[in-house]
């Protein structure tokens, strides 16, 4: 009774060409290939922010700016933000 249920399943995911559910290895290997596909620009390989230090501090502190070289295009910007925060009706 179990076998035919899991063949039944086994079919419809196949009739819907539903995904294949990933291991947890397989997922972060995907993110890890999608992170150093997102430093990839026309002109050159940019190196991880999160790697970086020297960030430059704006007048207030809450923007920080990081050049990547003196020869490249591209800059990084990181914030300092603050969540929306909602306020409820009717309380007081």
Not at 66 to 75: G, L, M
Request: net charge negative; charged share 30%; aromatic share 8%.
């Amino acid at each position: 009774m179990v076998t035919k249920r899991l063949v039944a399943r086994a079919f419809v995911a196949w009739e819907l060409k539903l995904p294949e559910v990933l291991t947890p290895q397989e997922y972060r290997e995907n993110a890890k290939k999608d992170h150093s596909s997102s430093l990839l620009t026309p002109r050159e390989e940019v190196p991880d922010p999160k790697t970086l230090s020297d960030w430059v501090d704006e007048d207030q502190g809450k923007i920080h700016y990081h050049p990547i070289s003196d020869d490249s295009p591209y800059s990084f910007l990181k914030a300092q933000c603050t969540p929306p925060q909602r306020i409820s009706p009717g309380t007081s």
